[in-house]
């Protein structure tokens, strides 16, 4: 089965090439197909300087997306690898979810509150995906795997390293077999190292990166951020690596192997914190909602609630004063640069928080509109939901679930201006499309797939 899926590799090519320039003579009874990237290095020059742009597409097709005809074999649960995938099927990117037979992605499980009998952790990250569900810690199941794979571009996984390698499904496995393969890696702390093997969730990987050292009260405990955003920066750097694969597989004509994990995605995210202590030996606390270097910037208790304003040059803090009434705190020289702000930052952020507490915060906002001052309200999910800016920005995204009706989840957060978002798929079921992957993808027979069904090697769930 594995050869004859790598043999059809060579008609692919073919239609790739059509696909390309669809003025080259057809030398194949292949119908047209999509364009395949799987063999997009093979068709390129390295030495050419016009990089992507350098193909014949023709322009005009109507809302084509950058990813159409990329295939990923997602090999990830939780959140930071199905964060990035789900993006990357945003784009047009084919993803099939591989899971555990019967309790499938460990989010399935998260809750309450569910939707039905849908975790609605897992209903969050997991839209424009086909799930199949695997043994693959069976050679049969980890035999389909390696298929797929070798009719895929993209292969993502967040075990511990070296697991996968125990089921033959390794990074070196996989490059044997697939070449063309983009191998993404994910994990708590990378590929080698002293501390490789340890397993790696979010609130662990946000404390000994600093990520909690830096979030609280400033005289509190450290605090765990509202979400998972060392997972959820992970999975951006996943999602960016990914694309800058498939680029350098345009380029080379080969696959490669993307080490992403949860520690060095958190310190990089460290930024100016880190350099305050790499240059200047500056060890970081907790500033509540405050920032270490900018004053006035932080949230201020109102009447009723909560308002944050950003005073991020002299110019601002003026306006500040002003909207305040407070136009003598702006021209006292304690206060004439940002410099001095941060020095003198108690007896300031009294004098502002005493003047933001006298009135409600639907006020402060009038006055603070077209100031040109940073600002807004600290909003609880039901008004950030009812904002006419996010509902503009298309941040609602609904859709039709097989069995629990319609759900509603984070609409992606980019625009483009050359193709919209088609209708989404919903987050599947557990092996809701085993049978159609191993039909439609490996060209399977109904015998086979029987075998593996009646195993228990594969299981197909059944949408009634």
């Known amino acids: 089965m594995l050869r004859a899926v790598l043999g059809r590799r060579h008609c692919s090519c073919v239609r790739l090439r059509r696909s390309l320039c669809p003025s080259l003579p057809s030398s194949s009874g292949c119908p047209a197909s999509p364009l395949s990237p799987r063999s997009l290095g093979r068709l390129s020059s390295p ?139 994910i994990t708590g702390y990378g590929q080698t190292g002293p501390a490789f093997q340890r397993a790696g969730y979010d609130s662990i990987a946000a404390a000994v990166s600093g990520l909690m050292h830096i979030t609280g009260p400033e005289h509190g405990d450290p605090v765990r951020p509202g979400v998972a955003m060392t997972d959820l920066a992970t999975g951006l750097f996943t999602y960016g690596a990914i694309m800058a694969g498939l680029l350098q597989r345009y380029k080379t004509g080969k696959g490669l192997h993307i080490d992403c994990n949860l520690l060095s995605s958190q310190v990089a995210c460290l930024t100016h914190i880190a350099a305050n202590y790499l240059n200047c030996k500056m060890e970081a606390k907790r500033w509540g909602t405050a920032h270490g270097s900018i004053v006035p910037y932080q949230a201020f208790r109102t009447k ?63 006055l603070f509109e077209g100031s040109g001052v940073p600002y807004g309200p600290i909003n609880s999910m039901q008004q950030v939901f009812s904002d006419p800016q996010v509902l503009h920005n298309g ?9 629990v009706g319609k759900i509603a989840v984070p609409g992606p957060a980019v625009r483009y201006s050359e193709f919209s978002a088609s ?35 594969a299981v197909q769930h059944e949408v009634k």
């Open 47 to 185: 030495s050419s300087s016009r990089g992507v742009q350098g193909s014949c597409l023709q322009p005009g097709a109507n809302n084509v997306k950058p990813l159409e005809g990329v295939k990923i074999l997602d090999l990830t649960r939780v959140l930071a690898g199905p964060f990035a995938t789900m993006n990357l099927g945003d784009l047009g990117a084919e993803v099939i979810k591989v899971e555990r037979p019967g309790v499938g992605d460990d989010t399935r499980a998260w809750g309450p509150p569910f939707v039905g009998t849908e975790s609605v952790y897992f209903l969050s990250v997991n839209r424009n995906k086909k799930s199949i569900a695997v043994n693959i810690k069976n050679p049969k199941g980890a035999k389909i795997i390696r298929e797929l794979a070798a009719v895929s571009d993209v292969f993502v996984e967040n075990y511990v390293p070296g697991k996968l390698a125990e089921m033959g499904l390794g990074y070196e496995d996989i490059n044997e077999i697939a070449p063309h393969i983009v191998y993404c890696s």
């Open 304 to 366: 009723d609630g909560y308002l944050v304003v950003g005073a991020g040059n002299n110019q601002q803090f003026v306006t500040v004063c002003k909207i305040l009434n407070l136009i003598e705190v702006s021209k006292d020289p304690r206060y004439k640069t940002n410099k001095l702000r941060v020095q003198n930052r108690k007896e300031l952020i009294e004098m502002l928080s005493a003047r933001f507490s006298e009135k409600m915060t639907t006020k402060w906002l009038e």
């Open 395 to 403: 941040l609602i995204m609904e859709m039709d679930h097989p069995t």
């Open 423 to 457: 209708k989404p798929k919903p987050p599947p079921l557990v092996g809701q499309h085993t049978v159609e992957v191993l039909k439609s993808e490996l060209r399977y027979e109904d015998n086979a797939i029987e075998e593996l069904l009646s195993t228990g090697i």
